[in-house]
């Protein structure tokens, strides 16, 4: 639900007006005067004319290819007219081409500076691979009154991708004063209230879209990412059925839909549909090639298999449990993961490691960790148990002389995750808020929390409260060995939660108002680990709420 790729442009003023702010030409096309500085060479100017012409009812159609061949023999023999090279940069950026499009764009604006749809079309051309010019040109189309409604659209997505959500929709609101209501400004304009939190405003501006054009699979797919957000999922999962419907080959749709069924539960469909992550294009950068067929689920007896990670720890934790089954289908599983994770994963037994830097081992299938749920059909009556980690004795007896004799409840805080998860503003919270948790008597807490957000504890008025961990938690071996000794884990939906779940220690789970999709919805405990409760917003961004609950419940539990 990112920012579209840009490979269609544009609703272009007409060239027929830019041809005659160039020429002079007669309705019948029987005179015509070029600019004085554009030669005639090999052809005369009245073939050029009509090549022009035609090439721009070739745009009109569609008929991209055979525009872009009459326009390169026009700007060859004309090469100085900034029209020709505008409309021939605007077909080059509708084919891809954006290298040569930007160098005939660019000489195009050396006659007319100020010209603002050679301005946005620049931008466009800009994009793929240099966005932050893309930003500057399309800044000053917009500084000089663009009238094109691309260009506030094309800005506020830049802007979005780059996180910058208020001036965004600042941009939006331009646009919109300017050229009116336009399903791409909408969009746009739509998108950056969701990503400010202002989720009933941003349906606003979306259905307005979806009125103006209601078979626009874009609109439909923003519109359900919103309804998630203010947790009606049946409407969002409504929406999402509709694009696929209207668009069968649109990956996004597909996969947002797997997203919106596994909140519901629907898991065979779901995880059917969440196939499709593999063709989104935010996504393909995640994608490894591996010299080895796909498994799609066939006969595994004596065969070696890769399963490799995806996506965070937590989806690997989650997910590794699979690998027990490809084992009773007589298949050797081999685990390619990060090093942080090697060590608590060669504790399930028979498996493989296979560290992410080091050589391929051999093998004759691969498979994501997220694809087994789908190959072996799991619903909700058959997810597989968590996996299995025999920690050590000796590690188990470690960790407990580090926390000391026992006198009382041992309990584990995590308050954040990874800040480079893509809803970690929404899931993260400050030690601070965690306060009430920590006032309960007749505990003993222990930070688990590890990275930047560790050194919250040392914030003045409160950093007595938790013996800080982070030091010895080298990897996640380490704290799931730690786990294996605390008594209860109140953490963020972080990977943490995967591993006590894991582990079986008894787990609390702070989940936010829209909640990731392994969380489903509503629902106090999960099915993918028994020893989990799950504490969730009802009012999103409300952690207050939910911290004055689990402080209640350890009240509860400690009387």
């Given at each position: ?505 008894p787990v609390w789970v702070l989940i936010p108002f829209a909640p990731d999709w392994r969380w489903l919805a509503e629902r106090e405990d999960s099915p993918w680990y028994p020893s989990m409760r799950l504490f ?24």
């Amino acid at each position: 639900m990112e920012m579209q790729q840009l490979s269609v442009l544009l609703p272009l003023a007409d060239p027929q007006v830019h041809w005659r702010c160039a020429c002079t030409i007669g309705p019948d096309m029987s005179t015509l005067t070029l600019p004085q500085e554009a030669p005639a060479a090999e052809w005369n100017q009245l073939e050029i004319g009509r090549a022009f012409v035609e090439a721009s009812e070739h745009l009109k159609r569609g008929e991209d290819e055979s525009a872009l061949g009459l326009l390169e023999k026009v700007v060859q023999h004309a090469p100085d007219v900034p029209v020709f090279l505008y409309l021939l940069g605007v077909t080059q950026v509708r084919r891809k081409l954006h290298a040569p499009a930007v160098a005939n764009l660019k000489k195009a604006l050396g006659s007319d500076e100020n010209n603002t749809d050679y301005l946005t079309v620049l931008g466009a051309a800009l994009t793929p691979e240099r966005p932050v010019e893309a930003i500057s040109c399309l800044f000053r189309a917009v500084e000089l009154g663009s009238r094109n409604h691309q260009t506030y659209s094309m800005l506020a997505d830049l802007l979005l991708a780059d996180q910058k959500a208020n001036l965004a929709l600042l941009i939006c609101q331009t646009g919109q004063a300017i050229c009116g209501d336009r399903v791409e400004i909408l969009r746009s304009g739509g998108l950056a209230l969701k990503m400010l939190g202002r989720a009933e405003e941003a349906l606003h501006w979306l259905q307005k879209a979806e009125q103006l054009n209601p078979a626009d699979t874009t609109t439909l797919i923003s519109v359900a990412s919103v309804l998630l957000d203010l947790g009606l999922v049946h409407n969002g999962t409504r929406y999402l059925e509709r694009a696929v419907a209207l668009d069968p080959e649109n990956a996004t749709a597909h996969y947002n839909l797997g997203f919106a069924l596994l909140l519901e539960g629907n898991y065979q469909a779901g995880f059917r549909e969440y196939e499709a992550r593999w063709m989104v294009r935010e996504l393909v950068p995640n994608r490894v090639t591996y010299p080895t067929p796909l498994w799609d689920g066939s006969e595994l007896k004596g065969l070696r298999i890769l399963l490799h990670a995806e996506q965070g720890a937590g989806d690997t934790i989650q997910f590794v449990r699979y690998a027990r089954l490809i084992q009773e289908r007589g298949a050797a599983a081999i685990l390619l993961v990060n090093r942080n994770l090697t060590r608590l994963l060669s504790w399930c037994e028979g498996c493989e490691i296979a560290p992410l830097d080091a050589p391929l081992p051999a093998h004759d299938l691969h498979c994501s960790l997220l694809s087994l749920p789908q190959r072996f059909g799991t619903d909700r009556d058959t997810i597989p148990a968590p996996a299995i980690f025999d920690i050590p004795a000796e590690m188990k007896q470690k960790w407990s002389e580090i926390l000391g004799a026992k006198t009382r409840l041992r309990v584990g805080l995590v308050w954040a995750g990874s800040p480079m998860h893509r809803n970690d503003r929404n899931r993260s919270l400050s030690f601070r808020l965690f306060s009430p948790i920590v006032e309960v008597a007749g505990a003993d807490y222990f930070g688990l929390q590890v990275g930047p957000a560790a050194a919250e504890q040392t914030e003045p008025g409160i950093q007595h409260s938790v013996r800080d961990l982070a030091a010895q938690l080298t990897d996640y071996a380490e704290t799931a060995a730690a786990i294996s000794q605390l008594d209860l884990v109140i953490t963020a939906d972080t990977s943490v939660a995967h591993l006590a779940g894991s582990v079986n220690t008894p787990v609390w789970v702070l989940i936010p108002f829209a909640p990731d999709w392994r969380w489903l919805a509503e629902r106090e405990d999960s099915p993918w680990y028994p020893s989990m409760r799950l504490f969730r917003q009802r009012v999103a961004g409300d952690w207050e709420s939910v911290i004055a609950s689990v402080a209640a419940k350890l009240r509860y539990e400690l009387r």
